[in-house]
């Protein structure tokens, strides 16, 4: 039980990484509530997790819905422990089609989203506590029509050393955890491929990948647990790459 009694909150709960995230650290003994904004995917995530669950809907990118939610956790835990900030988009556009729309879209979600959820939770994060972001493996890589997303991304790795810093003195951590190639739904949401590409797309990459695959959720969970909990006590500010060892070969053909 590496995270027993621990308080977790986390954003983007409902799906895919947060989700296998949620189920893990409920496993070793976290109470943990999700987020995200569809209600249904929330209820249907805690039915499966089954016990020590909480959630309520909120937009990361309106902050009074998650000040409604971290009050809940207040009245129900007291504390936070642990900040899954795990909510984010991607997409597949090319520079010349980016609008401000997108821009806005892309920016919000992964860039001030994760500012409003640090900014909520922190008054109830006791000394000693954790932030852990979610950036991604292409962060050093320059993977055509994925600009803006990786931009943020790397915005978001960022804030891993300046609020290292910035929280020093309350022993707060804070990490990030850098997927590699991990299919959810974003693949046939957010980045538009049909079932049939996404699958031709899993087989071609993963033989590109060191490990011969791509990974999935459970990977990512198990090494954000590890952040989270006390046998990473002497890691701060790091981003830990959870890829298989794409970025490490990088340039192949992604
Ligand atoms: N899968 C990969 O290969 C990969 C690789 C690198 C990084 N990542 C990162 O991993 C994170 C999780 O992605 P995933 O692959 O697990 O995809 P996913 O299942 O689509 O998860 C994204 C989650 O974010 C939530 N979300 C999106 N916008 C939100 C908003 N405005 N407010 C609150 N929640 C919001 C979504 O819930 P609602 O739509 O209900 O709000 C959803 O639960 C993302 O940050 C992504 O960039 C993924």
């Given at each position: 039980m590496k995270l027993e009694n621990k308080v977790a909150l986390i954003s983007g709960g409902g799906t895919g990484i947060g989700f296998a995230s949620a189920k893990k650290m409920?496993?070793?003994?976290?109470?943990v509530y999700i987020t995200g904004r569809r209600e249904n995917k929330l209820k249907e995530a805690a039915e499966k997790i089954g016990h020590n669950v909480g959630y309520l809907p909120a937009d990361v990118t309106k902050k009074e819905t998650l000040e409604a939610l971290v009050q809940k956790i207040k009245k129900?835990?007291?504390?936070?422990?642990i900040v899954f900030a795990n909510a984010g988009i991607g997409h597949n556009i090319p520079l010349t089609e980016i609008d401000k729309k997108e821009f806005d879209r892309t920016m919000d979600t992964n860039v001030l989203g994760t500012y409003y959820l640090a900014q909520t939770a922190l008054p109830?994060?006791?000394?000693g506590s954790t932030i852990i972001l979610n950036t991604s493996a292409t962060d050093d890589l320059g993977l055509k029509n994925?600009?803006?997303y990786i931009a943020a991304k790397n915005a978001e790795r960022s804030?891993?050393?300046?609020?290292?810093n910035e929280l020093r003195d309350r022993k707060i951590r804070v990490n990030a955890i850098a997927p590699g190639v991990i299919p959810t739904d974003a693949a046939t949401g957010e980045l538009g491929r049909t079932p049939e590409e996404e699958k031709e797309s899993e087989e071609r990459r993963g033989k590109l990948i060191p490990?011969?695959?791509v990974g999935n959720v459970d990977d990512i969970a198990n090494a954000v647990v590890f952040l989270a909990s006390d046998d990473a006590r002497y890691i701060n500010g790091v981003e830990l790459r959870v890829d298989g060892g794409l970025a490490s070969v990088y340039p192949v053909k992604l």
């Open positions: 409920v496993e070793e003994g976290a109470y129900e835990q007291g504390h936070i422990d109830i994060m006791p000394d994925f600009s803006l804030f891993a050393h300046t609020w290292t490990a011969g695959t």
